[in-house]
């Protein structure tokens, strides 16, 4: 750790170079990266410097001086040999700590900016899409400071230095010298830039479609399986990975053209200025020692220049994945917060009164449009209501996932709307559709919920959930590793789990949005009535197309046509069961 700590980053606030702002937000990062770039160009000077003085240090030697006259040269040779090596190493291992820093920032502030979005906003996004912005495209920060800034900085400092050591010993020899630097330096790698611009982003577009389709091939197998899809879509999989390795092999050729034009500079810069040198010489203008001094110092100086064509078309990748990053980051999110939000209260328990809500989506039909419901503090509120009814609408209203155009949410008799998310969802949390099961152990899954929760407490969640008997009964109990959103779980643990993770960030209310989903009718009803009985006393939303299990409610509500209406017994009852009745069929 150093004695310093970092400046807060700067928003990365709408511009019109996606590049220059993320190197604004590098800015705060100088201090680490700015020794980085001393000690790469302190190396690239102490190679050339070492060549240039080995040659005057031979040259002279030959002329049989007395020592004391070549004894500095000596040590400056041992010194710039040890020197380069060590330059190297600072070089290497201040310029990959600043560069991980700065990195490791960056992506935190690209994963703040796209809490806000989730879940309303990142539809617009497929899901490998948005997984290759926030790795793929934040790592290009990484390579614009490793590979073109500090690769650039160098060049330039070893340029500058080697014209005007070579116009101090001989004007025209520096003036060639520059020109030819200059060429090689600026004019080929901006070339190489304006010609892999428009590949890079076609290749940085492919390759965002490629990873969308291999999570599409490993999630949705199973569905592409069941439409017999799963050949077109291992075709067009296909067709995409052409599609980048011609863009690469065309890149690829243009570097390598770019690159083999600096060997030909340095030639023709070695021998123009050799020339030159010889002439002078002949003249008695020019020492002996500096002639070898000019020849090998217009070979050395264009090795900092080598990696600049490569630089150009890591600059191409660069401005690419900036582009993409600038478009996530300019999303705006479904729901802002007001300029001084309110504080909703925490006692327990609170109440929620919704008063002729409308919500609307995209500018479609209002989803909800005079909803009314009111939660009653310490009651368990069960609302039914057909698959595309609203009743996710209404969890992510309450939740501050969607703006409401109309009507009163109001918590504890505070507004919603005049809150902050983050602390509407500490208020008002639970178990939504999407929640999600990582590969990773029980007891880290339920940490999730409250990373602070202690054993006495993760044993209380889920023996409230009735999933405590079966994390028992496995051999690693809590350290047993889960699949993948649950792979080797039945739909009933998953949906327990799931449970216990609500009951345990114990909000002051808590919504459970389709906890049954995918389950079958005995195990659905089982799961709801266990929801209600470990829910007793807390203020709860439990939203459900089932009709079964539904007895311990305290209040059951229908939501039809963006409307809310307390549920009559023909809402309660199961159709299937109504139907069974009605033709004589066994029940289940």
Not at 69 to 84: D, E, F, H, P
Not at 254 to 268: D, M
Request: charged share 20%.
């Amino acid at each position: 750790m150093t004695g310093h700590a970092e400046a807060p980053a700067p928003a990365l606030d709408r511009g019109p170079r996606p590049t220059v702002r993320l190197l604004r937000h590098l800015l705060p990062y100088w201090r680490r990266l700015l020794p980085a770039a001393l000690a790469s160009a302190g190396s690239e000077l102490a190679a050339a410097a070492l060549m240039a003085t080995a040659a005057w240090l031979i040259t002279r030697a030959a002329q049989q001086p007395p020592l004391a006259s070549v004894s500095l040269a000596i040590v400056a040779v041992r010194a710039l040999a040890l020197g380069r090596g060590a330059l190297r190493y600072g070089d290497r291992l201040l310029g990959h700590d600043g560069v991980l820093r700065a990195v490791a920032g960056f992506r935190t502030r690209v994963y703040e900016a796209l809490v806000p979005l989730a879940p309303a906003g990142t539809p617009a996004f497929r899901s490998g899409d948005l997984l290759t912005r926030l790795v793929d495209d934040v790592d290009a920060a990484q390579d614009l400071l490793l590979r073109v800034l500090i690769p650039a900085a160098a060049a330039c400092v070893v340029a500058a230095t080697a014209t005007g050591t070579a116009a101090v010993l001989l004007p025209r020899a520096g003036i060639l010298l520059g020109l030819l630097l200059a060429v090689a330096g600026f004019l080929v790698p901006t070339l190489v830039l304006v010609l892999s611009r428009r590949a890079g982003r076609a290749e940085k577009t492919a390759r965002a479609e490629l990873a969308a389709l291999t999570v599409d091939l490993t999630q949705g197998a199973a569905d592409l399986d069941a439409y017999g899809a799963r050949c077109r879509a291992h075709e067009r999989a296909g067709r995409t990975a052409d599609r980048i390795a011609a863009l690469e092999r065309r890149r690829a050729l243009t570097t390598s053209l770019a690159s083999a034009v600096v060997p030909l500079l340095q030639g023709g810069a070695t021998v123009g200025v050799t020339l030159l040198a010889l002439r002078a010489h002949a003249a008695g203008a020019l020492p002996a020692v500096h002639l070898t001094v000019l020849a090998v110092l217009a070979l050395v100086s264009f090795e900092a220049l080598a990696p600049l064509p490569a630089a150009a078309r890591r600059l191409a990748d660069v401005r690419a994945s900036a582009r993409r990053l600038a478009d996530l980051l300019d999303t705006a999110p479904p729901v802002t917060d007001p300029p001084i939000p309110a504080p909703l209260p925490t006692d327990e328990p609170l109440g929620v009164d919704i008063t002729d809500l409308r919500v609307r989506h995209a500018g479609g039909p209002p989803a909800l449009d005079g909803a009314s419901l009111r939660l009653p503090p310490g009651r368990r509120t069960v609302l039914l209501g057909a698959t595309g009814s609203g009743k996710s609408t209404l969890i992510a209203a309450l939740m501050r996932f969607v703006p409401y155009e109309a009507g009163s949410i109001r918590v504890g008799g505070r507004e919603l709307r005049e809150t902050a998310g983050a602390d509407a969802r500490r208020v008002i949390t639970g178990m939504t559709q999407d929640a999600h099961v990582f590969h990773a152990t029980i007891r880290a899954n339920l940490l999730l919920a409250r990373p602070d929760a202690t054993d006495a407490e993760l044993r209380e969640a889920a023996r409230r959930a009735r999933l405590l008997d079966w994390i028992e009964s496995l051999p690693d109990r809590w350290d047993t590793l889960l699949g993948g959103d649950g792979a080797t779980m039945s739909g009933g643990e998953r949906g327990r789990l799931l449970l216990a993770r609500a009951l345990l960030a114990d909000p002051p209310v808590l919504v459970l949005d389709e906890p049954t989903e995918g389950l079958d009718p005995d195990t659905a009803a089982a799961v709801l009535a266990d929801i209600l009985d470990a829910t007793r006393g807390r203020t709860t939303l439990l939203v459900t197309h089932e009709r079964s299990g539904l007895t311990a409610a305290d209040q059951i509500l229908t939501l039809d046509r963006g409307r809310i209406r307390p549920a009559t017994q023909d809402d309660i009852d199961d159709p299937q069961d109504r139907l069974r009745q009605h033709t004589g069929a066994p029940g289940h």
